[in-house]
């Protein structure tokens, strides 16, 4: 599967969830959770990020936004506020093969693709020589992680500086919260091998240096790529009109597409996972996080509804879930 394909289905999965989806009432991504022995109201908001199509002045237009998100104490959100850990554990299941002084990308590559390799490495960093002396799955990570970052700067410019999550984040650390991440190290490691690895990390070095060349190669293909652009520009809509039933709509028919084009048993281990596992991980912590702190969570748009949403899942729970209109 070209990596180009693989980001396009993550673009679109990402605001999507469990296809039998429960409908709720429109017009709200802002919802108070209460009731069930609570002592205090919680919040479930459900976030735009990883482009900047939607930006953090949004959440103006959302009735009391912030007088509700300044009176909670406690900040929940998909990970956790230390990036360094973040990356230090998505990372740590690709240093398995580390190159050594008798092998090195000239063993690995061709001339032609160490010069690719090269460019990028200078492109993204300035200087390639300390990149070139990472094993090629690190490598993969540091300019595919890059490469999203470049392309989020580059769409935004001045308008949009910062994803709506990490803004939260940084506001939530100004009111001195209790920051909580609910991904844990298994998920953020088993996120690495789907996202960037489609599933199955090279165990050798040569597929390693092969798979990094090809990643590489269609990384720039995926900024062209129309399903992606027509699938973003149909979920911001949706989500500047506040409307979950929408955006569930939009996945029924974009899902359905992705699985006639491109290879189904991935498409749906990553859906299972990036949604569904997840949601039903999160919900063995959330109970436990609201039980005693006014908790604000932030997660994905594709997090709260349908089925196995977080919305439903603490309904079931006994929870009273409102929308915050």
Avoid at 244 to 256: M, R, V
Avoid at 282 to 300: C, H
Wanted: glycine share 4%; with cysteine.
């Amino acid at each position: 599967m070209k990596t180009k394909t693989l980001l396009s289905i993550i673009a679109i999965i990402l605001f999507s969830c469990n296809l039998s989806a429960q409908k709720y009432p429109t017009g709200s991504l802002l919802w108070k959770v209460s009731g069930n022995g609570l002592e205090q109201d919680s919040y479930v908001f459900a976030t735009w990020h990883g482009s900047p199509e939607i930006c953090t002045n949004f959440l103006d237009s959302i009735n009391n936004f912030y007088k509700i998100f300044d009176s909670c104490t406690q900040f929940v959100g998909e990970t956790s506020d230390n990036n360094s850990e973040i990356a230090k554990a998505m990372m740590k299941p690709l240093g398995t093969i580390p190159l050594s002084p008798d092998t090195t990308y000239n063993d690995l590559l061709s001339e032609e693709d160490i010069a690719l390799v090269d460019s990028v490495g200078r492109k993204y960093f300035g200087e390639s020589v300390p990149v070139l002396k990472l094993n090629p799955n690190m490598l993969t990570f540091v300019i595919a992680s890059a490469n999203m970052a470049n392309q989020y700067v580059d769409k935004s410019g001045e308008k949009c500086e910062t994803v709506m999550d990490t803004y939260l984040m940084s506001r939530a650390r100004e009111n001195n919260y209790s920051m909580v991440g609910l991904d844990n190290e298994d998920i953020l490691q088993e996120q690495t091998k789907l996202l960037l690895f489609e599933g199955k990390i090279p165990n050798n070095l040569q597929d390693a240096a092969n798979y990094l060349v090809k990643t590489i190669k269609e990384l720039d293909e995926h900024i062209q790529d129309s399903i992606n652009k027509n699938q973003t520009d149909a979920l911001a809509k949706a989500y500047r009109e506040k409307d979950l039933n929408k955006i569930l709509e939009i996945k029924e028919n974009s899902f359905a597409e992705m699985k006639e084009k491109y290879d189904e048993a991935f498409v749906e281990q990553l859906n299972e996972f990036l949604i569904i596992e997840r949601n039903n991980i999160w919900m063995q912590e959330i109970p436990e996080l609201i039980k005693y702190e006014s908790t604000f969570i932030a997660v994905g748009a594709a997090h709260l509804a349908g089925e196995k949403g977080l919305l439903n899942q603490l309904k079931l729970k006994g929870y009273t879930v409102e929308a915050v209109k």
